[in-house]
């Protein structure tokens, strides 16, 4: 059992059940599920990820005092509080993790907030640019299991994907880092001797290259330590993941420095393919570096598209 699936479970057997006993009144106000920090929000958990901060749990959406007043809140909570401290062979942790709760009773716009900066998921493009895609991962990743205030799922849906201009910036920006630091710095750190600064240019080149697939599949990058696991399930280009590992983790010595040079002009071409198939650049070359520029230029918001062209990175 998944984290996700303990959650819903304990939700149906526990949760559920006290919600429409004690609180039907509360009833059309609420969204519940499991969203957030941690692996188990993405189904990502598994037997090691189970040492820390994993717990039968679930979240229980509020609106506003306007709607929903403190007392009401509090006398949530208590419940919340008292429901069964063990579920499926797991105990419910009595110490809050690092970075606050991640189950219980919260308010929709204090969450939304605390992830984005926003409380109802309306960003300007400086707050789109600014704000860790690891947290947008956040505020839309896991499930939920009811919503039938509506809130939640509203926010939720504004916030599903960058829009088309800022994913442009971004785009036009890792594709720049890709031409620099693999197409470009990799063989003349190796002409130079360099392996270790080598090296560094393949780090630099994957990072930028994992962030292209993300942007062009419409789905954000997770924290750094999930991001090769959601990489892998991704429908497109999906098969980078097991070259990008080989570029990471072999050395940079001879014949070996040659074959990752053609992995690194490998991936480029089959991320130029889908820019172009997308129609997201005019450039016909196999150059990012021209490519990126091309991207940027179909920005249609001009002080967007005027930005430094590593703006969004």
């Not at 749990?57 to 509020?62: E, N, P, R, W």
């Not at 007043?69 to 419910?92: N, S, T, V, W």
């Not at 040079?261 to 198939?277: F, Q």
Request: glycine share 8%; hydrophobic share 40%; aromatic share 10%.
């Amino acid at each position: 059992m998944n984290g996700i699936e303990l959650a819903k479970a304990y939700f149906e057997a526990c949760g559920r059940p006290m919600l429409e006993k004690e609180f039907p009144e509360l009833l059309p106000y609420l969204a519940a599920g499991i969203t957030g920090s941690g692996s188990e929000c993405f189904g990502f958990d598994d037997e090691v990820s189970r040492d820390h901060d994993f717990e039968p749990g679930f979240c229980i959406f509020l609106p506003g005092e306007d709607v929903v007043d403190r007392r009401i809140a509090f006398l949530l909570e208590r419940a919340y509080a008292k429901l069964p401290k063990e579920f499926g062979g797991f105990r419910r942790s009595m110490i809050q993790p690092v970075g606050g709760p991640r189950h219980g009773v919260m308010r929709t716009a204090e969450y939304f907030t605390e992830k984005t900066g926003t409380p109802d998921g309306v960003l300007t493009p400086e707050q789109w640019l600014r704000t860790p895609e690891q947290s947008l991962a956040e505020s839309v990743n896991g499930v939920l299991f009811f919503d039938n205030f509506g809130e939640v799922t509203e926010i939720r849906s504004r916030l599903a994907a960058f829009p088309e201009d800022i994913c442009r910036k971004k785009l036009a920006g890792h594709l720049l880092l890709m031409a620099q630091s693999g197409q470009y710095n990799y063989q003349r750190c190796l002409r130079r001797g360099e392996t270790g600064a080598a090296q560094l240019a393949v780090f630099e080149f994957v990072k930028s290259a994992m962030e292209v697939i993300f942007l062009l599949n419409g789905v954000y990058q997770p924290y750094y330590k999930w991001s090769f696991r959601a990489l892998r399930a991704l429908p497109l280009l999906s098969i980078e993941a097991e070259l990008m590992e080989y570029l990471l983790t072999t050395d940079n010595d001879g014949e070996t420095g040659e074959e990752k040079y053609t992995v690194i002009e490998g991936i480029a071409s089959d991320v130029i393919d889908v820019l172009t198939e997308r129609k997201l650049t005019q450039a016909i070359c196999g150059d990012l570096e021209k490519h990126a520029y091309s991207v940027n230029d179909g920005i249609s918001d001009s002080a967007l598209r005027n930005l430094h062209i590593l703006a969004a990175v």
